[in-house]
Structures are given as C-alpha cells and as structure tokens.
C-alpha cells in the first residue's frame, strides 16, 4: 500500500502541477491509468488519510484543541487564561495563536486533503466506470466521504471557509470565504451521492473494517451535516442565527435526519454494546464493522495521540504504556454529577483518578476521560509521542439519538420515544423502573423530549467533541457555559444541589484498583472517616490563591462572539487579499 501510496501522490501532485502550466497530456496518461485501476486508485483514500495524521492537523492539533470547553469538557490546563493553548479553549483566540499559526497547522492539512481528494475524484470520474466497476464506485464514495468529513471539521471550526470542490487552477489559487449555506449544498448532495456508491458494514470484505466507509457511516454524517445546517451558528455578519436559505429550512433537514438514521437502524448491519463493551472494543482495535463504531480515523501505531492528549493519565510508565502522558483534556467536574449513580456511563466516562507507578491515584478536583486508556489496548504503547488509538469518529448511539431529535421534532415525542429509550435501556441496565420514570417525563411534551435530548447528548458522548457543535445549532451555548460557571462554583462551595456532597473523598488501594468514596449524592465526611480507608484529600479544584478561578476560566468573553476559530494570520497574509476575519469579532 506505502509504494501505491507514494507512486500516487507524486502522480497527482504532477497533474496538478501540469494543469497549472497546461502541460500536455502524459500525467493524464498516468491518471487514466492510475484511476481505472481498483487497486492503485485505492492508494487515493491512503492520501486523504495521510493529511488527517500529521502533527499539526487532526493528530496533535485538532482532536486536542477543538470542542473544548463546554459543561462536558474542559481544558485541564483552563486557568492559565492567557497561554496560547487555553485560548483556543476559553473563546479568546487571535490570529496569532503559537499553537496554529504556522503553514503546516490543521487548516492546512485539511485544504491539502481537500486537493488530494478533488484529485481522485476527477480521476475516478473521468476514468473509473463507476456505473460497472462496483469497486471503483466504492473508492469514489469513499472519496466523497472523506471530503465531507474535513469540510464537516472545517465548517465546525471556522465558519465560512473556501469552498473547493475541483482541483486548483490558476483562478482558484486565491478564494474568499464562502457562505457556508452553500458548502452544506454540497456536501449533502455528494453524501447522498456516495450512499449509492458504497457498501453496508461486512457487505463486502472492504467494509468489514472500521478503517473504512461504509453506507451506514455515510447516511450518519449525512445526518450530522442536515442538523447541523438546518441549526443555529455565528454568522458573517456577528449575529446567531439559522440559514435564511430555505433549501436548509428546519423541517427540511430533520426530514433527511429522519430518513437516513432509520435507514441505518432498519438496515439491521449495526447493533449497540454494552457501554463498557463498546470502548473496550474500541480500545482493543477489533476494528469490526457493524458494532458500536461505524469509522474511525486510522492511525498507525507510530502515530496519533488519543490517549496521549485525551485519555486516563499516567504520570509514570507503567505495564499498559511507556509514555507517561493523558490528561490534556477532561471531563468538566459538573457533568459527573449529573449522571445518576445507577447510569454505567458514568464510571466508564468520567474516572476520578490517575496512574501512578502502577496504581490509581485519586485527584483532587480532576476527572480524566475514561473511554480512552491505555489498559483497554491489546499492546503496550512504546512510542514517546504517540499511542496509535483510532479516533471513534462516529458511534451508532449518534444515530439512533439522531434520530430521536429528528423524529420529535417532526412527529412529536410518542414517536420518538422507542429511540431514546433505546439508549436509556443500555445506560440503566440493572434499574428499569428508572427509564420507566424517565421516558414518562420526556414524553410529555415536545419541548421536555427536545430538553432530554440536549442531556442525553452530554450523557452519552462527554469526550468525544460532539458537545460544541450541538450546542452551537441548539443556540445554546452561551446558556449551558454560564450554567455550567454557577454550577462549578456551587460545586466548590458545596452549595445548592451539591450541599449533599462530602467535601473529602476517601481511598484505599486494593491492588493496583483504587476504591472511592465521597463522590455521589449522599454520601458524607462522617462515613467516609468511619470507614478506615488509608488516607483522605479535600475535593476541590480552585484555591484561595489562584490568579483565576475554574469557573471564571471556563471562558473569557461572550462565548456566542467566538464560535469558530479565527484564519490564522498566516493564511490571511498569503491569500493575496482574498481572506479576512470580518464579523467574527476576533480580538
């Protein structure tokens, strides 16, 4: 695959080099080639996937620093306010930003799998014989996916961006930012396009991998880009609001919502684990289409920083790995406290400890993102700077709760109702009278459904940066991030629904296990001294010393002015006049 893979792109890069110059026709001999051939024209999607694993794109850039913060996930490092890396968080960024003003930075990256990706698809559609060559078809809605997924990341980033949808030539070298409306367009015509093109998960023996698209994947973004169109954002012009656009009206997007989850749920090729089960088999690298996961970025083992950025921290090496990394990011305290004590998503989510010479060490005031550790791999990670863990870019769950919303907001909450509970039964397994209670109070009206929703999102997938963006298309950001500032510091305090929380939490070590107490509802500082554990801290996460609070570090302006990512002065610099920030309000 590694010589397809580089025999391809210095072919393309050729093409594209030729086209610019109007040179004649021996790269497009090469092309034609390259392009009615399954096995070479497979290199194509190796090329996408190469730009998503550098450093500064998806691997050390993207995945740590976009979704934070929100009332699921935090930067740990938020109340430094003022360093470059807590600004991409706290919704005070500037063009200059060290961590992604440079030319190799995760908009770069993206635009250069962009090029890669209108490349092969000219190829495949000038050359392929898609409508008779099933594995051609394949690769081109594979090709149209990959695109949908950097412009998807792009759009929830940056706003407006250029839009590129055929390959460079001398007039497009230089583009403005587009209306986003009409990227969204797009994007959901070649997703519904590439759903014809490609196979149901274990159809075929390509789509028996997580590592690639499948059908059911591709209706999901599909799904995700319709909410996300048909949703609230920062406009252009400084103010929140939805398209105007009435192809991207609401009821028309929950429509395709609607259409393509259920054509994954009836399709019967996907199924929910158990909780735990699901990242255990995400962690353990089965990479077995139809399960929980529906794709994953693939990373190699030299590559890739899941665990490294997001995961259970290890302050020491250890048995499971030979970095002491984890922890960049976590879990906003608030949200541990929202789950019910009997919901099994909580304890695989939200881990109030960290690994130290071996054992779980409690932190005091910290939890860490448990669906990603470095004990659920089948290997010990070796690499310094690298673990090799797939980012688990979409999980059947979004689907089925996708669903839900789509359906209640259309039909009403009756007919909703069989999805949502569907996840509920998985979150409460062992307490059925709680779903009972539960789904009685989300069905009484459509608003109290929709309400659930927007909970139920944060339950299920707090670590995984969905949160933002929903928030964003909900209108809800501002509101959830300033009622996540109260609820921090009542949770400090130990005041309103949190007065019933201990102010210590008291451990002991069986083995390399840590047991906890102090952490739920209830429980009190005279039973935890009681019990004998070895030792006891205080629970808290500001102290009287700090420059800045927790709460007051969440964000530092009006999240609602900052939505999206300014274009780093690097690209506004080399744009020839074509880019600017106008309207997004960046400091």
């Not at 620093?65 to 306010?81: M, P, Q, R, S, V």
């Not at 030319?103 to 559609?125: C, P, Q, T």
């Not at 259970?312 to 929202?338: A, S």
Request: glycine residues 6%; hydrophobic residues 35%.
């Amino acid at each position: 695959m590694k010589n397809i893979f580089l025999l391809l792109i210095s072919v393309l890069l050729a093409t594209s080099c030729n086209d610019l110059l109007e040179a004649p026709t021996k790269s497009t001999m090469d092309e034609s080639v390259i392009f009615s051939t399954p096995a070479l024209a497979e290199g194509a999607i190796a090329g996408v996937i190469q730009s998503f694993c550098e450093t500064n794109s998806y691997r050390g850039r993207y995945l740590v620093f976009y979704g934070i913060n929100t009332d699921c996930e935090i930067n740990h490092a938020l109340k430094t306010i003022a360093d470059d890396k807590a600004r991409l968080s706290n919704y005070n960024t500037n063009v200059s930003n060290s961590q992604m003003n440079t030319d190799n930075n995760a908009w770069a990256k993206f635009y250069e799998g962009i090029e890669r990706a209108n490349l092969a698809i000219r190829g495949l559609r000038t050359y392929g014989n898609v409508e008779s060559n099933p594995e051609l078809a394949q690769i081109l809605g594979e090709m149209l996916t990959l695109r949908a997924v950097v412009y998807n990341d792009l759009l929830k980033a940056w706003g407006d961006v250029p839009a590129r949808f055929e390959p460079i030539n001398t007039e497009t070298i230089y583009l403005p930012r587009t209306d986003r409306d009409v990227i969204y367009k797009q994007l959901l015509a070649d997703l519904k396009e590439a759903a014809t093109l490609v196979a149901w998960p274990n159809e075929t023996s390509v789509t028996k991998s997580t590592e690639r698209i499948n059908k059911a994947f591709v209706k999901g973004l599909r799904a995700r880009l319709a909410l996300s169109a048909g949703g609230y954002s920062q406009r252009s012009d400084g103010t929140v609001r939805r398209s105007s656009d009435p192809d991207l009206s609401p009821d028309k997007m929950y429509a395709i919502v609607k259409q393509e989850c259920l054509d994954v749920i009836n399709s019967g090729t996907c199924r929910l684990q158990g909780f735990e089960e699901a990242f255990k088999t995400y962690c353990g690298e089965t990479l077995q289409a139809g399960l929980e996961s529906l794709w994953e970025i693939p990373f190699s083992e030299g590559r890739g920083r899941v665990i490294f950025d997001l995961g259970v921290k290890h302050t020491t090496t250890d048995t499971y790995t030979g970095q002491n990394k984890g922890g960049t990011n976590g879990v906003n305290p608030v949200i541990y406290f929202d789950y019910d004590k009997d919901d099994v998503r909580r304890d695989v989510t939200c881990v109030p400890y960290e690994w130290t010479d071996g054992k779980q060490v409690p932190v005091a005031g910290r939890f860490y993102f448990g669906k990603y550790r470095y004990e659920w791999l089948p290997r010990r990670v070796t690499s310094t700077n690298d673990d090799g863990l797939n980012w688990l870019y979409m999980r059947y769950a979004d689907v089925i709760l996708m669903a839900a919303e789509a359906i209640n907001e259309l039909e009403g909450p009756a007919a909703a109702a069989p999805y949502l509970k569907m996840i509920r039964d998985r979150a409460f397994p062992s307490a059925p009278t709680k779903v009972t209670a539960f789904m009685q109070q989300a069905t009484a009206s459509k608003d109290a459904f929709f309400n659930a929703i927007v909970d139920e999102r944060a339950l299920e997938f707090t670590g995984e940066m969905l949160r933002k963006n929903d928030l964003i298309r909900w209108n809800l950001l501002s509101v959830k991030l300033k009622e996540a500032k109260n609820k921090l510091q009542r949770l400090d305090n130990r005041q309103g629904e949190y007065a019933d929380i201990p102010a210590k939490i008291y451990y002991k070590n069986e083995g390399e296990k840590v047991i906890i107490y102090g952490l739920n509802h209830g429980d009190t500082d005279e039973e935890g001294d009681a019990l004998g554990y070895e030792t006891s801290k205080n629970w808290t996460y500001s102290s009287s010393n700090d420059a800045t609070t927790f709460w007051d570090a969440l964000f530092v302006r009006e999240p609602d002015s900052q939505q999206f990512w300014p274009v780093w002065q690097i690209f506004l610099d080399t744009s020839n006049g074509a880019l600017n920030n106008d309207g997004y309000n960046t400091p």
